[in-house]
């Protein structure tokens, strides 16, 4: 299968927000992404209930302890993007794919969120979904 080239595609869509989702941006300083989901959404991100797409950035080892929490407030079949700094010795890939992993997610998606940071999506696994959705029901 040939290697997709998304390299065109603006970050919002690399992010896969759709018109209308609900998103939930914690820590998220890029004023620019922050008025595109606006637009996008038509509404500010949310603070309280389910999001369809969640946005958490962290910066340290410790920060990565606010994932398993938030597992809760995702969509069944929602996106949690863990947006970290490249190439720092003191957050590493392997550590953020643990802690989605040990909140009971998958990553399925890297991104370059910035010249500085990388995104990794976590996902509910769908063996999960229907169970979830049905507590929620």
Sequence with gaps: ????????????????????????????RDADLM????TRTGSSPVEYGEADVILLSVESVADLQKIEPLRRRL???GGLWVVYPKGRKDIRES???????AA???????????ATHTGLRFVIPKADRARVKGKRG
């Design 75 to 77: 969509a069944p079949a």
């Design 1 to 28: 299968m040939p290697e997709r080239d998304y390299s065109h595609r603006a970050l919002i869509d690399k992010l896969n927000v759709k018109e209308g989702a609900r998103v939930l941006a914690l820590g998220i």
């Design 95 to 101: 550590q953020v794919m643990g802690a989605g992993l």
């Design 35 to 38: 008025t595109e989901l606006r």
């Design 104 to 114: 009971g997610l998958v990553d399925n998606k890297v991104v370059g969120f910035s």
